[in-house]
């Protein structure tokens, strides 16, 4: 069964947005500058270890890309080459990202587990569709899985069917069932407000006589 | 004296009427008497009575507080759930 998409919700900082709707094919970039080689997401095939640095636990701001969450590391050049929020190419381009929850298969049959996964989208030069660069990171900054170079142009689905095909991807996030905690203490808050409404003691009558003492 | 009499028989009232009657018997001289004796318009001391609803439904001020009307009301108001409880 395949991911599926439950909500997406852009946060392009420049306010733009790709133009190609989901399942489609990028269009042919028209490069004139020749962009770097650079590597792609190191955990797109296999598992993350443990050890791995793109594991850790301690940086959950940061992803592996070098943009912190969704905003980018602002000032700064980025791994990609182009500074965040700005571009390789000046005006106009800019990191996007996506945050998206992905439904996986429990491995465990147990169900379904949700895993909140962002998706780290680096597009440059946008209003072209071209050179767009996508992963799947969890909130730990695991890459799960990413596309494999800046001129791969994969519709967010293939992307998803890479990392479903990830024999392990769903160990690498923390799973949570569907009935998420979030759930659960609404639920009890419910159930306790409820439970205060029913034993309620009853009205009665009530006499209040005030007194002159001694 | 005549305070003091009323005081204890209404607080009588909770024995014979179980927990369909709550009785609040407080001093004039507290902070929450002082300020009932300004809601209410007592000249020193009162009484008032609320149904389940928290509708006043008898007050009496002063001198004029009377624990047998009060008893009467209290009667009258839970006969039939009284007897229901009571046999």
């Keep these: 069964m395949a ?5 997406t919700q852009k946060l392009c900082p420049s306010g733009r947005r790709n133009k190609r709707k989901t399942g489609q094919a990028f269009r042919s970039p028209t490069r004139s500058v020749p962009l770097p080689n650079h590597n792609a997401c190191p955990q797109r095939s296999q598992p993350l270890a443990s050890g791995h640095p793109n594991a850790r636990r301690d940086r959950p701001q940061r992803s592996q890309w070098g943009h912190q969450n969704g905003r980018g590391r602002v000032g700064q050049r980025s791994r990609w080459g182009h500074q965040n929020g700005r571009g390789r190419f ?10 998206v929850v992905v439904r996986l298969d429990d491995a ?6 949700r895993d909140v996964v962002r998706v780290d989208e680096c597009c440059v030069q946008p209003e072209r569709a071209a050179w767009w660069r996508w992963a799947l990171v969890t909130a730990d900054s695991t890459c799960l899985a990413s596309t494999s ?6 519709p967010m689905t293939t992307l998803y069917s890479k990392y479903r095909s990830l024999p392990t991807a769903g160990s690498l996030v923390q799973r949570t069932p569907i009935l998420g905690r979030r759930e ?5 808050l419910a159930a306790a407000l409820l439970g205060v409404g029913c034993k309620r003691a009853p009205r009665r009558y009530e006499i209040y006589y005030y007194y002159i003492p001694g | 004296m005549n305070c003091a009499r009323v005081k204890a028989a209404v607080s009588g009232f909770e024995a014979e009427f179980g927990d369909k009657v709550r009785i609040h018997t407080i001093s004039v ?4 008497g002082e300020a009932a004796v300004k809601k209410y318009n007592f000249q020193s001391h009162g009484l008032v009575l609320f149904d389940p609803q928290g509708q006043l439904i008898h007050k009496r001020r002063d001198h004029m507080a009377k624990a047998d009307e009060v008893h009467q009301i209290l009667v009258s108001q839970l006969r039939p759930q009284h007897r229901d409880g009571g046999t």
């Design chain 2, 29 to 32: 001289d507290t902070p929450e």
């Design chain 1, 108 to 113: 465990s049959g147990g169900g379904m587990a």
């Design chain 1, 184 to 188: 659960v203490l609404l639920g009890v």
């Design chain 1, 149 to 154: 170079s800046l001129t791969m142009r994969r």
């Design chain 1, 90 to 99: 000046g005006q106009g381009s800019s990191p996007c990202v996506a945050n």
């Design chain 1, 3 to 7: 991911p599926r998409r439950e909500d």
